[in-house]
């Protein structure tokens, strides 16, 4: 068992890399690197390109897929089907914002 359990993972404001690999068992590595190849379906890493400096990247972990990966109930045919529905959730909501901001633009244009 882990180094945490589900209930210190739920309280925490923010997983970082570090307790991910202790609640799984692996190393810090084998977590950026599963986050960063689309393989570990527990969050999300983000290159932050900068032409200064060094690129790094952030990691965003989901306590409650980080707890359904470990014991087995989550996989990534699994997390897929909620992410495309999320993206039509979100594209349907972009339409009518879109639909919403020419009705009032319209609007506008009939009063003056």
Avoid at 15 to 29: C, E, F, P, R
Avoid at 31 to 43: S, Y
Avoid at 80 to 104: P, T
């Amino acid at each position: 068992m882990g180094k945490y359990t589900d209930d210190e993972i739920r309280a925490m404001s923010k997983v970082t890399v570090q307790a991910a690999a202790d609640y799984l068992g692996i190393s810090a590595n084998l977590v950026k690197m599963g986050l960063r190849n689309n393989l570990l379906p527990i969050g999300f890493a983000s290159e932050n390109k900068n032409p200064y400096t060094r690129d790094s990247w952030t990691y965003a972990i989901i306590p409650e897929r980080l707890i359904a990966y470990n014991h087995g109930k989550i996989n990534e045919v699994q997390v897929d089907g909620i992410e495309k529905n999320l993206q039509k959730i979100i594209d349907s909501f972009e339409e009518m914002k879109h639909d919403l901001v020419f009705l009032l633009s319209e609007n506008e244009g009939s009063e003056g």
